[in-house]
């Protein structure tokens, strides 16, 4: 391996952050500024977490699936800075 800088890591941390974990940008506010959190379960996985860094603080989405129960966990670290 010479280089972890590679477009195919970039798509599979797309893939788990937008799609599995359900994080992405608000269209309508773009950047990061509103998040909107929609997760898609599927596949053979039981449970996805993700962690976002944004210029507004950390975003987080997790879900886990048991016993036929879906339980999502979503938060932010707001940044408070000047």
Request: charged content about 35%; proline content about 0%; overall charge neutral.
């Given at each position: 391996m010479n280089s972890f800088n590679h477009f195919?890591?970039?798509?599979?941390?797309?893939?788990?952050?937008?799609g599995v974990a359900g994080l992405s940008p608000d269209p309508a506010d773009p950047g990061y500024h509103h998040v909107v959190i929609q997760p898609r379960p599927g596949g053979g996985l039981t449970s996805a977490r993700a962690t976002l860094a944004t210029v507004y603080g950390e975003v987080t989405s997790g879900w886990e699936r048991a016993g036929g129960t879906l339980r999502l966990t979503a938060g932010s670290a707001t940044f408070s800075g000047t």
């Open positions: 195919a890591y970039g798509a599979v941390g797309e893939w788990r952050d937008r």
